[in-house]
């Protein structure tokens, strides 16, 4: 079953603009997490919201969350051509005794040209 | 920092044979996951585990199997390759949050 869904699916700026991936989930969750993949490689942790915080963040790096809209957003300032990657969300399910299981989303491809 | 270690980056495999994919965690984590990705659909939970010889099945179990014997390594088997199981194959372990991935094994089977 498929939690998060990204949007847009793909994204492409200039370096030094800010880039906004939004998340949108289905059922009440405990936290959603932001996950980046370099191409051809494993998932990295950005960032973790939890279900009663609405913005966090983290150097250039800021994740909102609307749980009445069950939605978050992430936004990348000041982006870098580094920061070219897949971008997941990623929510746990609220009900207890999910041993941390998570559910991904498709995922948005950003690319930031130099 | 935790390492996740995928025994292999790449492997080719023919249809019919037992494949076996491996996953060893440094970091003395209770919970290791299998998943695997394909092109528009995301990463998928194939089966996790948060304990020695616990296994529980994810949203698509079917053709796989896994083995814990030990807290460190969790084994993805693949009874009878299929052409539909050519795959990237991620590895996580985790203690609570967040999940921490290897690089990944990209497997073919022709």
């Known amino acids: 079953s498929q939690q998060g869904e990204e949007d847009p699916q793909a994204l492409s700026i200039q370096e030094g603009e800010n880039a906004t991936m939004n998340c949108s989930y289905k059922?009440?969750?405990?936290?959603l997490q932001w996950y980046r993949q370099n191409s051809g490689r494993g998932l990295v942790h950005l960032i973790l919201?939890?279900?009663?915080?609405r913005e966090k963040h983290s150097g250039r790096l800021r994740v909102t969350l609307d749980t009445s809209k069950k939605s978050s957003s992430l936004l990348i300032t000041a982006s870098r051509a580094a920061d070219t990657a897949s971008y997941f969300c990623?929510?746990?399910?609220?009900?207890?005794?999910?041993?941390?299981?998570?559910?991904f989303g498709k995922g948005t491809l950003l690319t930031v040209n130099p | 920092d935790v390492k996740v270690t995928q025994s292999s980056r790449y492997l080719v495999k023919r249809t019919g044979e037992k494949v076996f994919l491996e996953c060893v965690q440094d970091m003395d984590h209770e919970n290791m996951f299998w998943y695997r990705q394909d092109p528009g659909l995301g990463l998928r939970l194939i089966y996790f585990s948060y304990d020695v010889k616990m296994k529980e099945k994810g949203d698509i179990p079917e053709g796989y199997s896994v083995s814990r014997e030990k807290k460190e390594r969790f084994s993805l088997i693949l009874e009878s390759a299929s052409t539909n199981q050519t795959s990237m194959y991620l590895c996580?372990?985790?203690?609570?949050?967040?999940?921490?991935f290897g690089d990944g094994t990209r497997l073919s089977i022709l």
């Open positions: 996580a372990s985790s203690l609570g949050e967040p999940q921490h």
């Open positions: 990623a929510t746990d399910a609220e009900s207890g005794g999910s041993n941390y299981k998570l559910t």
């Open positions: 059922t009440s969750i405990n936290n």
């Open positions: 919201i939890r279900s009663n915080e």
